[in-house]
């Protein structure tokens, strides 16, 4: 064998030296292969930093082994997905690639009192190492180019991409179709930095932002109309301070499992946990006691518990007094609030209407401090609910109005007329649990010190989700057991607020001008839903759009015609695959649009139904925030590596996309477009420069990467960066250690106290501000229009619609599971593993006996709008009756495509439409995740059959 | 052929560089195609040169067609859908079997390596390429098992022992063992099952083909020094 006698790096005839040769360059030209010069170019992915024809003695090799857990770096970073846990996890790398990650436990103690507060984490986070390095990773642009969902893409380069993209984006917004443009993605407090990378551009342009919150149905819109605040809740570590803990459909063991340890530990620590789910759930199997009420019944078994408080006399009267509407009077003839106006009281109210009247123990008529009327707004400090008298709790009467003698009773007799209604039997006879346990349990709860209630999504998906809301929050309010270590409801579903509010608000709308829309509403809506509901729903829905209570985008022309909306950007959401009403959406919704973007490192369903396909950066390649209202922290995202492939950040992305926006439309010459709402001009032609400004401070090129956005939060809010306060917390900090937030800002109702777990409420119950409601109290009797028309104007119990989805004699619910976050992690091999690995309903033994069913067979759920095929999986711990179906499975794991949302028709409830007060709204307007129609999908009926079996 | 009786070229090991630029094309086969590929795959100068380029290896390896009648977009539509995009699916609905997480024929070798972890096959690659002094391209990286990266790997190890020494050719061979061998065979594997493959098909055949047949001409050149 003969040997290149050239010296390393000199050419020979053809050009080519041995360096260059063993790297790869003109290699097959050198054989004379010119028909391969294709791959004669050197190498392309692995590159040569040492010398390539240096000594690499080969025995070393086989020791590599032993150098498997030498790293060289660890970086700090989380899991953006719409997950309450918040977890500061280690990530380490080596040789520019994630192996493994390990949960980071060092976050500060800031209460000696209570358990440790790391580790935090769960298994999915664990073992997200696998989706950095998966090859279901989108790794290049891709466009369609077969049908939406059939799987046809082509790759094409970030310039063809944007460029497509942008020109369709100049040419709605010159058509004034800039509302018809959508970016929809959820949680801002995972990853806001990414939440704002598109929220920024949408609101740049015109366009529509969506909420989520109301969408998935976690919004509690008890709160709101009660509490006048979208959801406050304490955190997780303040569960080790009550002494009483009912978790009323959270599966905290399942659905919070970073936090699961402190309900443990209360147990502990001495304190009664008791459990209220329909099935015997894997957390009631961790309670001292377990309630079972029919589904749909908590209403009823919340009245009844209130009933025996009320009956017993163990109500705080103190509290009812001075927090709650309880001693208003209300006209008997209209059912409405007597104002003070009517008597002649609050003359000197900015609108004594909207001033609301007591009576002390005299009998005296009296104005009820803190009502609307008098304050500035729905938030106004400068006033006090304080009482210097003392109102009568249950009044009858009547009072002389301008009208003439008016007759009057207080909220507080009106509300023990409603609960005296729920009798034990009827109780009983309603929810099916026993008349002398759920007494009792009503009993301990009264005279615990400090009770709370962990209220989950077991009961918020209901339609009449707002009345479940308001009895259960009763019971909290009837016992005082608010503002206090160890009370309150605690409503852990979805991630409603984040923390460094302002600074996330500013960084994602920075017009101001926020064009938002409930998505229940817009998609329901443009699904057709007005032709394919009962008609008193959709004249509601009509009325509350043309009052605009609620709006629907893109907004009607002067001509009187509404255009279709025609652009959607998705990003850190699945919303085609979590959409309720999917049938519809697929066949009504999706086709008016022209363009469907989607961000994403996976190809989830959405994707794969998109127009356009952009690789996004996973969770260990990006710079960004991770927040939660389970706890007190802010950490940070670090990019521990690169993205892989083509991949980009979401900022990086919608800056990029921005820029060439900017480019084509001074190409094209295109002139600024007046927004016909707002007091402002969209203009295409500087779109990137204001997009990367600061606008806070008019910094020119601000925010260009991402890490300057994050800082830029932290810089701009309260929490982190407190006015009149040296103190700041930093990126690096963070970095360093996981930091407890320094103040909570306007937007949290207590403050952040050293030493104590963040508790809520204390602004009102404490220092007797005035709730941010009509009446300035907690409001139990809400005297809307369409609440006295619907009888609903106090919490009753109500049956739920019939038949949705047809006549069927099973009930059909979609819980949150164990291996997935949502639809998350539902196409990992490790989680598909530790289950059956295909999607699958859990049965009662004796409803799937009566029909033939076996544990492992595959079976259809069907209904009026559709059939899936799935796993049957006998649940002894299941009432019968319910069909339980885990959700979020990706379309693609059924064979029909045909998912868990298929069987869920579109519907909502016309009492969450509305505005109150009617004329201006302070207590309830629509506000994206504050107030707007939830989208249920717990009411529905179904049957099971082993699949094959007649569909008639 | 550019060579001539006096060029250098003599001095190299032409089996071993020939081999060499056979993994070099197979490493640009399996990558998303580049209009250059379409050409010389269309064109016939694709399969031409590496029928000659297999003839002075010395190995015994039929070579398939390797000509295709696609235009360029389907050519790379067909290798999306082939290698490129994918999803769950199941063999068996009744057990839940899972079939594959990822496209039909995934691309990279811890797929078709069950009883070894991602990180198992993974990590023993990032050592050999960084013992020899490579590294991934971090502007566009892929997972170490990436078969582009194994190929430009063997492409690599084979000119080295046509250039540097032969002592890279205990190195190939152990690296056939260890990772391409299993990768190539599950490759073709999954390709020949498939419908509608075109080129690709050939490439799978050619690359099982070309790795066994290396591999056990290594393995008998070097049956006494392993």
């Known amino acids: 064998m003969s040997r290149n006698d050239l010296t390393d790096d000199e050419a020979d005839s053809a050009g080519i030296s041995r360096r260059d040769f063993v790297r790869g360059l003109g290699a097959a030209s050198l054989l004379g292969a010119t028909g391969l010069s294709f791959a004669d170019d050197g190498m392309d992915g692995l590159e040569a930093v040492d010398d390539p024809i240096g000594n690499y003695p080969y025995r070393d090799w086989e020791d590599l082994y032993r150098d498997e857990w030498d790293w060289d770096s660890v970086a700090r970073s989380t899991h953006s997905v719409n997950c309450t846990g918040s977890c500061s996890w280690n990530v380490y790398v080596k040789d520019g690639q994630v192996w493994r990650e390990e949960q980071a436990g060092d976050y500060p103690t800031f209460d000696e009192s209570l358990p440790d507060p790391n580790p935090r984490g769960c298994q999915k986070g664990a073992c997200y190492t696998d989706y950095v390095n998966a090859d279901q990773r989108v790794l290049h642009p891709l466009r369609r180019t077969g049908e939406r969902g059939e799987g046809q893409w082509e790759r094409i380069s970030w310039d063809e991409a944007l460029t497509e993209i942008a020109d369709h984006v100049i040419d709605e917004v010159q058509a004034g179709r800039y509302d018809a443009i959508s970016g929809f993605t959820p949680i801002p407090a995972m990853s806001p930095v990414s939440f704002a990378s598109g929220s920024r551009l949408v609101n740049l342009l015109g366009g529509v932002s969506h909420s989520f919150y109301d969408w998935y149905s976690d919004l509690p819109p008890g709160q709101p109309i009660t509490w006048g605040?979208?959801?406050?809740?304490?955190?997780?570590?303040?569960?080790?301070?009550?002494?009483?803990?009912?978790?009323?459909?959270?599966?905290?063991?399942?659905?919070?499992?970073?936090?699961?340890?402190?309900?443990?530990?209360?147990?502990?620590?001495?304190?009664?946990?008791?459990?209220?789910?329909?099935?015997?759930?894997?957390?009631?199997?961790?309670?001292?006691?377990?309630?079972?009420?029919?589904?749909?019944?908590?209403?009823?078994?919340?009245?009844?518990?209130?009933?025996?408080?009320?009956?017993?006399?163990?109500?705080?009267?103190?509290?009812?007094?001075?927090?709650?509407?309880?001693?208003?009077?209300?006209?008997?003839?209209?059912?409405?609030?007597?104002?003070?106006?009517?008597?002649?009281?609050a003359e000197d109210a900015d609108d004594p209407e909207k001033v609301f009247v007591m009576v002390d123990a005299d009998g005296n008529l009296r104005r009820a401090p803190g009502s609307l009327g008098e304050r500035d707004g729905q938030h106004d400090h400068s006033k006090s609910i304080e009482l210097d008298f003392d109102p009568q709790l249950s009044v009858e009467r009547s009072v002389d109005t301008d009208e003439g003698s008016v007759a009057v009773r207080s909220v507080w007799e009106n509300l023990t007329d409603e609960l005296s209604q729920y009798t034990p039997a009827v109780v009983h006879e309603e929810t099916g649990v026993g008349e002398n346990t759920y007494q009792r349990i009503a009993r301990e709860f009264a005279e615990a010190d400090a009770a709370k209630i962990i209220h989950g999504k077991g009961v918020n998906d209901w339609y009449h989700n707002d009345l479940g809301n308001r009895a259960i929050q009763l019971l909290v309010t009837l016992t005082g057991n608010l503002g206090d270590p160890g009370t309150g409801l605690d409503h852990y579903v979805g991630q409603e607020k984040i923390w460094s509010f302002h600074g996330w608000q500013v960084l994602s709308f920075p017009t101001g001008n926020v064009r938002g829309v409930p998505t229940t509403l817009w998609t329901y809506f443009h699904a057709g839903i007005l032709d394919n509901t009962d008609p008193d729903t959709a004249e509601k829905i009509r009325e509350s759009i043309d009052k605009g209570w609620m709006p629907v985008y893109p907004e009607e022309r002067d001509d009187g015609n509404r255009p279709d909306p025609s652009t959607m950007f998705v990003w850190r959401g699945n919303y085609f695959n979590q959409a309720k009403g999917n049938v519809a959406l697929e066949e009504q919704l999706w086709p008016k649009l022209d363009l469907v973007v989607d961000i994403n490192f996976r190809m989830d369903s959405t994707a794969m139904y998109s127009d356009i396909v952009l690789p996004a950066a996973s969770h260990y390649e990006k710079y960004d925030l991770s927040e939660t209202d389970m706890h007190t922290y802010v950490h940070p995202f670090t990019p521990a590596v690169e993205p892989l492939g083509e991949a980009k950040t979401d900022w990086e992305i919608f800056r990029l996309l921005a820029e060439k926006i900017q480019e084509r439309a001074q190409e094209r010459g295109v002139e600024p477009v007046e927004d016909r709402k707002f007091d402002r001009t969209i203009d295409l032609t500087t779109i990137y420069d204001d997009y990367v400004r600061d606008w806070e401070t008019g910094e020119e090129e601000g925010l260009v990467e991402d890490k300057a956005a994050a800082e830029f939060i932290l810089e701009h809010s309260e929490e982190t960066n407190p006015e009149g306060s040296d103190e700041q917390i930093t990126f690096d900090d963070i970095d360093e250690q996981p930091q407890r937030f320094l103040e909570a800002g306007d937007h949290w109702t207590s403050d952040i106290k050293d030493g104590e777990a963040y508790v809520p409420w204390q602004d009102y119950v404490h220092d007797k501000n005035p709730w941010p409601t009509f009446t300035g109290r907690q409001q139990y009797y809400i005297d809307h229009d369409w609440y006295l028309e619907l009888g609903e104007e106090l919490p009753t119990h109500k049956e739920g619609p019939e038949d949705t989805g047809g006549d069927y004699p099973l009930s059909y619910n979609t819980p949150h599971g164990r291996w997935s976050i949502h639809s998350t992690w539902r196409d990992s091999t490790k989680m598909l593993r530790l289950q059956r690995g295909e999607p699958v309903v859990y049965l009662n033994p004796e409803d799937a006996e009566e029909r033939g069913i076996e544990d492992g067979d595959t079976v259809e759920v069907y209904n009026d709008l559709g059939s899936v095929e799935v796993q049957a999986k006998i649940y002894p711990s299941s009432e019968p009756g319910t069909v339980r179906h885990f959700f979020s499975w990706e379309k693609f794991q059924y064979p029909d495509r045909d998912n868990f949302n298929t069987l869920v028709p579109m519907y909502m409830k016309p009492t969450q439409l509305v505005q109150y007060p009617e004329d201006t709204g302070e207590h309830l307007h629509f506000f994206p995740n504050y107030w707007g129609p939830t989208g249920v999908n717990s009411d529905v009926r179904v049957d099971i059959r082993p699949s094959g079996g007649d569909t008639e | 052929m550019a060579t001539t009786p006096t060029d250098p070229m003599d001095d190299i090991d032409e089996d071993a560089a020939a081999r060499g630029a056979v993994y070099a094309t197979l490493a640009k086969a399996f990558e998303y195609p580049e209009e250059?590929?379409?050409?010389?795959?269309?064109?016939?100068?694709?399969?031409?040169?590496?029928?000659?380029?297999?003839?002075?290896?010395?190995?015994?390896?039929?070579?398939?067609?390797?000509?295709?009648?696609?235009?360029?977009?389907?050519?790379?539509?067909?290798?999306?859908?082939?290698?490129?995009?994918?999803?769950?699916?199941?063999?068996?609905?009744?057990?839940?079997?899972?079939?594959?997480?990822?496209?039909?024929?995934?691309?990279?070798e811890s797929k078709y390596r069950p009883d070894h972890s991602w990180n198992d096959v993974n990590l023993d690659l990032s050592r050999a390429y960084s013992h020899y002094g490579l590294e991934i391209d971090q502007d566009e990286r892929d997972n170490h098992d990436a078969l582009t990266y194994e190929l430009e790997f063997a492409g690599y190890l084979a000119r080295r022992e046509a250039a540097v020494g032969e002592d890279a050719a205990i190195a190939r061979l152990d690296f056939h063992d260890r990772h391409l061998g299993h990768a190539a065979a599950g490759v073709a594997d999954r390709l020949a099952d498939e419908p509608g493959t075109d080129i690709y098909g050939g490439f799978g055949e050619l690359l099982e083909a070309f790795v066994r047949a290396d591999r056990n001409d290594l393995a008998d050149r070097l049956e006494d020094r392993r």
């Not at chain 1, 009933?307 to 001693?327: C, F, N, R, S, Y």
């Not at chain 2, 250059?36 to 399969?47: I, Q, R």
């Not at chain 2, 290798?79 to 039909?104: M, Q, V």
Request: hydrophobic content about 35%; overall charge negative.
């Open chain 2, 36 to 108: 250059s590929f379409h050409s010389a795959a269309a064109d016939g100068t694709l399969e031409a040169d590496l029928r000659a380029c297999l003839d002075r290896t010395g190995l015994n390896v039929a070579v398939p067609s390797l000509t295709t009648d696609d235009d360029y977009k389907t050519l790379a539509a067909r290798y999306n859908d082939i290698f490129e995009l994918g999803y769950s699916e199941y063999t068996d609905r009744t057990d839940g079997s899972l079939e594959a997480e990822g496209p039909p024929v995934p691309l990279y």
């Open chain 1, 229 to 345: 605040t979208q959801t406050d809740n304490a955190e997780s570590a303040d569960w080790h301070n009550s002494d009483y803990i009912i978790a009323w459909g959270s599966n905290i063991n399942v659905t919070r499992i970073p936090d699961a340890k402190y309900f443990l530990d209360a147990g502990y620590e001495g304190a009664k946990r008791v459990g209220v789910f329909t099935d015997y759930s894997q957390t009631a199997i961790h309670t001292d006691e377990w309630l079972s009420p029919h589904g749909g019944s908590d209403t009823a078994l919340a009245l009844g518990m209130a009933q025996t408080i009320v009956d017993e006399g163990l109500h705080d009267e103190a509290h009812l007094k001075e927090q709650t509407d309880m001693p208003l009077l209300v006209r008997e003839d209209t059912g409405k609030f007597l104002r003070a106006s009517e008597v002649g009281l």
